[in-house]
Every structure is written in structure tokens, then in C-alpha cells.
């Protein structure tokens, strides 16, 4: 697939954890997150599609409890009638939910248009982001998520045992950051699991090198 993050504009990540097949994200002026997974079609492997996630943190399709779920979209559904006959070339009024193909330039150059076109539509929505700074598990996901950051340098001088770590490091996320994801949990009674533990230290990792970038 001839997608980059220079074309983008997002910070891709070789990301295992969340279910997108292509994973893209950046910060916002506002301090929210803007995610872009990507999904492989299961019957033409040469087709993708994209869905938005906007939020305080980065666990993209994350949409459960009081967390809204407009905050994860598909662009189609951000595009006028209009736009969606001219960049999918149909005449079905209803067709949000559009396929590219990844392996023809010109297919992966109007996805890119359709995210340009409809991204700002998506995070400038003053209700949505209303919606979200509302949510009480989205401020609790986020305040894991920032506590991890803080702790993880210094994770390797506490006395600790761990109980939920993966077997082994997991592509690029440093073992540091699912020891402190646990630790974390565990210190503020959260839910406690091996899943868990590796969705906190996915966000929190990645939300670090989008900061510090």
C-alpha cells in the first residue's frame, strides 16, 4: 500500500495492539488526538478503507460507556453528497463507506484528498469535542495514559512484582511501558489484565512519541 506519513500529515506506528491493519496519528492544537486506522478488506486484499478517531487518547474504534460514539467515523459519512459523487464515482446517495485500492496511485492519492477533505470537519466539530471532554472514561483513560508517561522512566527503581506483562517486548514498545501500565492499574484499582496492561502502554507510548516529537 503507497501510503506515507509525509502524504498523510500523520505519525505512522508499527502499532500490534489495536485491530487497524495501518495505523496513523498526530496532536492536535487542542491537546486531543486525531487516529486514522486502516482496514484490509478480507475479500480483496488490495482494497482498504480508513476510520477516524478523535479523542483524548489514541486507542482507536474505542468507543464503549459514556465515550460518544461519533467519535470514531468514516470519512464518507463527513462528505457531502456531492463529494461523495465526484471522489467515489458513484450515483448511490446512501454509499458512505467506500474501498480504495492501495496498489493504484491514483486510487491512494484520492484517499488522501477524502482524509484532507474531511479531517478538520471531523475535530472542529465544537459538539463532538464537547461530547468527549465530557466523558468520564475518557478523562480516566487519559489520566492512566499521562500517569504512565510520567512513571516510565523511572519504572526500573520500584520493587515490584508484575503479574500481567506479554511474554516479551512487542515490536517496538519498550517492556518499561507495560511494566508502568501495570503498576498504574494496579495503584489506582484499575481494571487489571493482560489486555489491559497492553492497550495502557500502547497509548501511553504512543502518545509520548507524538509529544515529543
Known amino acids: 500500500m503507497k501510503l506515507t506519513k509525509a502524504k ?29 486506522g486502516l482496514t484490509i478488506s478480507t475479500y480483496m486484499e488490495s482494497n482498504f478503507t480508513g476510520t477516524f478517531y478523535y479523542s483524548k487518547t489514541t486507542r482507536w474504534s474505542a468507543v464503549w460507556d459514556d465515550i460518544p460514539e461519533e467519535s ?19 450515483e448511490n446517495e446512501q454509499l458512505r463507506d467506500y474501498w480504495w485500492d492501495g496498489f493504484d496511485d491514483s486510487s491512494v492519492a484520492s484517499f488522501i484528498e477524502v482524509i484532507k477533505l474531511t479531517e478538520s470537519r471531523f475535530y472542529e466539530d465544537q459538539l463532538l469535542t464537547k461530547k468527549i471532554d465530557d466523558s468520564l472514561i475518557v478523562s480516566q483513560l487519559k489520566n492512566y495514559a499521562d500517569e504512565v508517561k510520567k ?8 520493587n515490584f512484582t508484575y503479574s500481567y506483562l506479554p ?47
Open 72 to 90: 470514531y467515523e468514516r470519512p464518507g459519512s463527513l462528505m457531502s453528497i456531492e463529494e461523495r459523487k465526484v471522489y467515489f464515482g458513484i
Open 151 to 158: 512513571l516510565v522512566s523511572d519504572i526500573e527503581k520500584l
Open 8 to 36: 498523510l500529515g500523520y505519525i505512522f506506528f508499527q502499532e500490534p495492539i489495536s485491530s487497524a491493519q495501518g495505523f496513523f496519528s498526530k496532536k492536535l492544537d487542542n491537546g486531543f488526538y486525531l487516529t486514522l
Open 167 to 213: 511474554d516479551k517486548e512487542i515490536k517496538r514498545i519498550p517492556m518499561r511501558w507495560f511494566k508502568a501500565s501495570e503498576y498504574v492499574l494496579k495503584k489506582q484499582n484499575g481494571i487489571l489484565n493482560k489486555n489491559m496492561v497492553k492497550n495502557l502502554a500502547s497509548d501511553a507510548f504512543i502518545q509520548s512519541t507524538i509529544d515529543n516529537l
